[in-house]
């Protein structure tokens, strides 16, 4: 009896319970089996993975074709329609600006929209390209001229009157000045600097830039005119842009961009545009020399918000000192309303929008003028003045405060 209890001991239990017959020793058959498979599903994978891998690359590959492929037909496409992008941008901004002008146009016209375009592209030419094109011929000449006599000092420059040393305050130096550029005018530029050789090899490359300057214009009106015909079409589609890019909220920043635009090209450009025109046709009419030049100057500094009084000022003294009293006169009150045209213009035509610093504006025609020429000096002052301004707005959406609808282009921060 003690040896069956001894046998049924725990001990005994404990090499028998269901705990043990669970276990698999390693030497046992099932854990040979066992081993076996789990090293056969290893070596398939081993086997699989050289495929997988190139599969992988094929993919990757192909992928990469693919891309290049695109990438190469994008860029051939980008150069191909380089050419055009500013005319189109400069035809987009001209539309934009003009819209409020062609829709009034359309009840009287009968509401069609084809004439209403034409007319507006028409008035362009004739108010716009027909002046510029009249002083295209004396700017290039001028420039030419100024820019080979500035560059090996032959430039021929008459005797200052003697009243000019009578003036006060600068007359006597001028006349000194004057005077030895009329002798000597190598000496008078070493006097100056020789920043002015340079200024001279500028003004010969924008002249012969001027040419190809007007063609871009005319092509950016013809663009503008048939935007105009289909504007409400094209704002469906920037708004639609702006939501998708910008979300909900993407209305807003079409609506302000369209606001900049119209503001900065009536406000800033066209007034510039009118002034220098009318400074232009002045300068042609008196008999000043390099009348285009001249009037290009008047649009740089305009555009850059300096204004013409620094062209129109020395122009009056000049004719006043070499012309007759009468036309001296006429030219003297012809300069003071060109001069001060801005002042009754840009509160018609700036109407409300983002506010632009003049560094802004000053930064964009400048650059614009030398990536693009004469017509990237309107494009730029418009385009840095887009960005600057939907900038701000996003910065402030982001900080929660709403964007900001006030009077562009006044040439101060916003508050």
């Not at 015909?229 to 909220?249: F, K, P, T, W, Y």
Request: charged share 15%; net charge positive.
């Amino acid at each position: 009896m003690s040896r069956r209890r001894r046998r049924e001991s725990p001990r005994a239990e404990s090499f028998s319970g269901p705990a043990d017959s669970a276990k698999v020793l390693p030497d046992s058959p099932q854990g040979r089996g066992g081993k076996t498979e789990e090293y056969g599903k290893t070596g398939m994978t081993e086997q699989t993975q050289p495929a997988t891998e190139k599969a992988f690359l094929r993919r990757a590959l192909e992928a990469s074709i693919r891309i290049g492929l695109v990438v190469l037909l994008a860029l051939w496409c980008f150069t191909i329609v380089k050419p055009f992008i500013v005319p189109v941008i400069w035809g987009i901004i001209i539309a934009v600006a003009t819209y409020p002008g062609y829709r009034r146009l359309l009840p009287p016209l009968g509401d069609r929209r084809g004439l209403a375009a034409a007319v507006v592209v028409v008035l362009m030419l004739v108010l716009l390209v027909g002046p510029t094109i009249i002083l295209a011929d004396t700017l290039i000449a001028g420039a030419q001229q100024l820019a080979k006599g500035l560059g090996d000092g032959t430039l021929g420059i008459p005797p200052p009157p003697e009243s000019v040393a009578a003036w006060p305050i600068v007359g006597e130096s001028l006349s000194k000045f004057w005077d030895l550029a009329s002798v000597n005018l190598a000496s008078a530029l070493n006097e100056i600097g020789p920043q002015l050789k340079i200024v001279g090899g500028w003004l010969l490359s924008a002249a012969g830039g001027v040419g190809f300057g007007i063609l871009q214009f005319v092509f950016a009106i013809i663009i503008a005119g048939i935007l105009l015909a289909n504007a409400e079409s094209g704002e469906h589609a920037a708004d639609s842009i702006s939501v998708r890019l910008m979300g909900d909220q993407g209305w807003k920043y079409a609506d302000l961009a369209r606001t900049t635009v119209r503001g900065v090209a009536r406000g800033i450009l066209g007034v510039a545009l009118i002034q220098s025109i009318l400074a232009g046709l002045g300068f042609l009419v008196i008999g000043l020399p390099a009348a285009g030049l001249l009037a290009l100057l008047c649009l740089v500094l305009a555009v850059i918000q300096v204004g013409v009084g620094p062209i129109v000022i020395p122009a009056v003294i000049y004719v006043f000192a070499t012309a007759d009293p009468v036309p001296a006169v006429l030219f003297l009150i012809w300069g003071v309303f060109v001069t001060l045209l801005d002042n009754f213009l840009k509160p018609i035509l700036l109407g409300r929008g983002a506010k632009v610093p003049m560094a802004v504006i000053f930064v964009g025609a400048i650059g614009g003028f030398l990536a693009h020429g004469i017509i990237g000096l309107f494009v730029g002052a418009v385009v840095l003045s887009l960005g600057y301004t939907l900038f701000r707005a996003w910065l402030g959406e982001e900080r929660g405060t709403p964007m900001e609808q006030t009077s562009p282009g006044t040439g101060t921060d916003n508050p």
